[in-house]
């Protein structure tokens, strides 16, 4: 005698459930990303370091020496600096891992177009 097993015909969904959970942490885990809008940056400190509250443009330069302004990447920076008025506030938000040259570069390219109102944002 042969013993079968007692096959009722169901559809397994095990297998379907689990790749629901996994699809749903990788949404929450973009979205989460998405709605912040932000880079991630370990900024240096300083003990003098204040809050602004003025109308600004935010340069950020991440540790890998990516360039953003107002959380938008930048491929060249030659022509992204000229809509900015010479009188706004820049705010340069800097790695502190990132390499020197990269703030210098940025430096060298807002002081070409005249910008001189600028800020470095520090954490206190």
Partial sequence: MIMMPNDKG???IVPFIDIMLVLLAIVLSISTFIA?????????????AVASN????????????EIFLNDKKLDIINK??????NSQLIVLKVDKDTPFESF?????EL???????????AKR
């Fill in 111 to 121: 002081k070409s177009k005249g910008h001189e109102n600028l800020a470095i944002n």
């Fill in 10 to 12: 169901g559809l397994n």
């Fill in 54 to 65: 003025d109308e600004k443009h935010e340069i950020t330069i991440s540790k890998d020496s």
């Fill in 104 to 108: 210098v570069k940025v430096l060298d």
């Fill in 36 to 48: 912040n809008g932000q880079i991630k940056v370990d900024l240096p400190t300083a003990k003098n």
């Fill in 80 to 85: 992204a600096f000229d809509d900015i008025e």
